[in-house]
């Protein structure tokens, strides 16, 4: 079965560090895909990224950064210059293919605080 | 033009009543999902449908029932409310096929407190 683990429950950072987020996955599908999503204070999931199985190429958008690695299991998010506007819960996401489950299993999400 | 709307976003209501939550989507999707967070934020999926067709129905309550007119619709329809059933509830949809458009649109939530 799959599992997604954050193991980090809280993290708590001041303006301008660089943050890493930890996402360890399990799956025995060999086609799966791997999400990033925040929850900010008003509650809705803003999509940030999500990257193929098959494709272990590191992304960079603006101040966030994700380092994918089959060889761990692991799917970490980098947050460079932090600011108060990322404090949020952060979410790793995972969906298989060839079980035909598609559905999204969640890790237990990460707490950011950035302070000012 | 919102992709994913649910109604209600707030539902205050007794012990034991009935109450439904609706969710459409404009996307042209074919699988739309029931998703619970707890108070601990912990996400977890309670059923999906793929054309209509019920594909997942995680370990939940018989009180909880979905349903699905069409692709483009999921209620929610919740019997004999009780304390444990308070969450936030999110409605999403994504496409079937795993292609370049593939990926999960969620709606802003039902926040649900029964008291």
Same mark, same amino acid.
């Given at each position: 079965?799959?599992?997604?683990?954050?193991?980090?429950?809280?993290?708590?950072?001041v303006e301008?560090? =660089?943050?890493? +987020?930890?996402?360890?996955?399990? %799956?025995? =599908?060999?086609?799966?895909?791997?999400?990033?999503?925040?929850? /900010? /204070?008003?509650?809705?999931?803003?999509?940030?990224?999500?990257?193929?199985?098959?494709?272990?190429?590191?992304?960079?958008?603006?101040?966030?950064?994700?380092?994918?690695?089959?060889?761990?299991?692991?799917?970490?998010?980098?947050?460079?210059?932090?600011?108060?506007?990322?404090?949020?819960?952060?979410?790793?996401?995972?969906?298989?293919?060839?079980?035909?489950?598609?559905?999204? %299993?969640?890790?237990?999400?990460?707490? +950011?605080?950035?302070q000012p | 033009?919102?992709?994913?709307?649910?109604?209600?976003?707030?539902?205050?209501?007794?012990?034991?009543?009935?109450?439904?939550?609706? @969710?459409?989507? !404009?996307?042209?999707?074919?699988?739309?999902?029931?998703?619970?967070?707890?108070?601990?934020?912990?996400?977890?999926?309670?059923f999906s449908? !793929?054309?209509?067709?019920?594909?997942?129905?995680?370990?939940?309550? !018989?009180?909880?029932?979905?349903?699905?007119?069409?692709?483009?619709?999921?209620?929610?329809?919740? !019997?004999?409310?009780?304390?444990?059933?308070?969450?936030?509830?999110? @409605?999403?949809?994504?496409?079937?096929?795993?292609?370049?458009?593939?990926?999960?649109?969620?709606?802003?939530?039902?926040?649900?407190?029964?008291?």
């Amino acid at each position: 079965a799959q599992k997604v683990t954050q193991a980090q429950t809280e993290i708590s950072v001041v303006e301008k560090e =660089d943050v890493t +987020l930890d996402c360890v996955y399990e %799956t025995r =599908d060999t086609t799966y895909y791997l999400f990033w999503y925040k929850q /900010p /204070p008003s509650g809705e999931l803003v999509f940030l990224i999500r990257r193929n199985s098959f494709d272990e190429q590191n992304e960079i958008s603006g101040r966030y950064s994700w380092n994918f690695q089959k060889s761990t299991s692991s799917f970490n998010f980098t947050i460079t210059a932090s600011q108060v506007v990322d404090s949020a819960v952060y979410f790793c996401a995972l969906s298989e293919r060839d079980t035909g489950r598609r559905a999204l %299993t969640f890790g237990s999400g990460t707490r +950011l605080q950035v302070q000012p | 033009d919102t992709a994913v709307s649910q109604t209600p976003k707030y539902l205050v209501t007794q012990m034991g009543n009935d109450k439904s939550i609706k @969710c459409e989507q !404009n996307l042209g999707h074919d699988t739309m999902y029931w998703y619970k967070q707890d108070s601990k934020k912990f996400l977890k999926i309670m059923f999906s449908y !793929n054309n209509k067709e019920l594909i997942i129905n995680e370990t939940v309550p !018989n009180r909880f029932s979905p349903k699905s007119p069409d692709k483009a619709h999921l209620n929610l329809h919740i !019997n004999s409310l009780e304390l444990g059933d308070s969450a936030v509830y999110f @409605c999403a949809s994504s496409p079937w096929l795993t292609g370049e458009n593939y990926g999960y649109t969620f709606g802003s939530g039902t926040r649900l407190t029964v008291v």
